[in-house]
């Protein structure tokens, strides 16, 4: 019996192990996935019912003035600089919402709950948030919708019944695939990469990678993905895990994915300072300006990012037709000013539309 036993558990360790060693992603969440189809043959949009949040005993606010705060992951890079200038232009623009941004100095959950708190106590008419935790921001959010405070989530989603409405920059899987073919058109079939991400927390992250995986997994299943590294939305910590994974795969790294606007030219700049330009690949999502003296040089080919002033001014019109009631469980679209009608998606999204690629052709036509 005994032997038996020691059988048993010597099997199950042995399975467990070959699972782990066929299995080193890491940074994905655990939703089902949807990859696209290799020949880029467009996937059926799914009609889904409304999942989002409905605040309770809100006032008519239709017409009226009202007090927005946005509260990004962080305050102080370009990315979140920008959306916040496209949502104080939508502001401006519409004349009746006066918004102002107030976010953490870093992407820590803690302190955005903190913020979000303050500001429900103090009074606002309506909140914008871009989460760091999709779950551990929920409750505060919930809160301000107890509170009759109209919530739009923007960039990076909650759970779906803590907001309104999430207003996604691009669907998961349409970025997947971009930045999967794009990595392998630089690096062959047979390459091997890895990824900085932020935490593997980050909503919109462990969504792509998630997307990724399974779109890779599909069409492009002899590349070898080596490790996936968090970097905390931090400069220096990006550049020293980038130089890590160059230092620590040598030959075998033919690629690294950036997967946040700080992580991306950090790991450019690693593998520039480590002379590998032409060696290792650099594919990611990053704001033109600071990726411009890499694709001005050569070392990255491309950049995919949605224009993130388009982001956050697309978000500000669409809290401003919650809080009119112009935007209602099951409609179809929504106006956003200048960029038109944009669809309403999966329920209670709100999407603006495809990416751009940012080339040595195009890059220097934008400024933020």
Known sequence: MRNTVLTAILALSLSTSASYAQSPWTGADDLPTNPLACDGTPAAAASMPYDGGVPTNAPDRKGKTIKVVDVPKLVGIGYFNATSKGIADAAAEMGNMEAKTDGPSKANI??????????????????????????????????????????????????????????????????????VDSMAAEVGEDGAFAIVTSTFTTPNQARWIAEMQAYQSKCHPNMKWLETVEAQEDNILSFNQANTLINKYGDELKGIFGMTSVATPAAADAVTQAKQ????????????????????????????????VDLGYAAAYVLRAVADGT??????????????????????????????????????????
């Not at 309506?126 to 551990?136: H, Q």
């Not at 290792?280 to 993130?308: E, F, H, Q, R």
Request: contains cysteine; hydrophobic residues 45%.
């Open 110 to 179: 803690d302190d955005q709950i903190t913020l979000i708190d303050n500001y429900i106590t103090s009074g606002v008419d309506g909140i914008l948030f871009a989460a760091n935790d999709p779950v551990a921001i929920a409750p505060v959010l919930k809160k301000a919708l107890a509170a009759g405070i109209n919530v739009v989530g923007y960039d990076a989603n909650s759970e779906p019944d803590a907001r309104q409405w999430f207003v996604n920059q691009a669907q998961f899987n349409g970025i997947a695939k971009a930045m």
């Open 277 to 308: 330009c032409g060696n290792i690949a650099v594919v990611g999502l990053a704001t033109p300006n600071a990726m411009k003296p890499y694709v001005n040089d050569g070392c990255v080919k491309s950049v995919v990012l949605w224009n993130p």
């Open 327 to 368: 935007l209602e469980p099951g409609a179809t679209s929504v106006n956003a000013g200048k960029l038109g009608d944009l669809s309403v998606i999966n329920g209670s999204e709100i999407l603006l539309g495809a990416p751009t690629v940012f080339t040595k052709d195009n890059i220097n036509d934008f400024d933020f």
